[in-house]
């Protein structure tokens, strides 16, 4: 039998981006000059209309100074670990 993972929960992905940038005090603009993203596509996944790439979440969470995994965490939110499911 597959057992399927849950779906990532990418509206708590960019919520956790919107977070971390509001935590630092810093615009769009400062992120964007600090990840060397454009503005546009900033608002864009916080907004959700776009995921982005894994090259565009490196980018941010290295401007962020987060840990790429822990930023992706969110994408978990609410889902058992498989290895903590197993027992």
Do not use: Y
């Not at 597959?2 to 810093?26: C, M, N, Q, S, V």
């Not at 090259?55 to 978990?76: G, I, N, Q, V, Y």
Request: with cysteine; hydrophobic share 40%; aromatic share 6%.
């Amino acid at each position: 039998m597959t057992i399927f993972p849950p779906d990532p929960d990418f509206e708590a992905l960019r919520l956790e981006l919107a977070r971390l940038r509001a935590a630092r005090g810093w615009s769009h603009d400062e992120l964007a000059a600090r990840s060397g993203l454009a503005r546009r596509t900033l608002i864009e996944i916080e907004q959700g209309r776009t995921i982005g790439t894994v090259k565009t979440w490196r980018a941010l969470a290295h401007a962020l100074s987060t840990p790429l995994d822990e930023l992706f965490a969110a994408l978990c939110n609410g889902h058992e670990h498989p290895e903590k499911a197993d027992g």
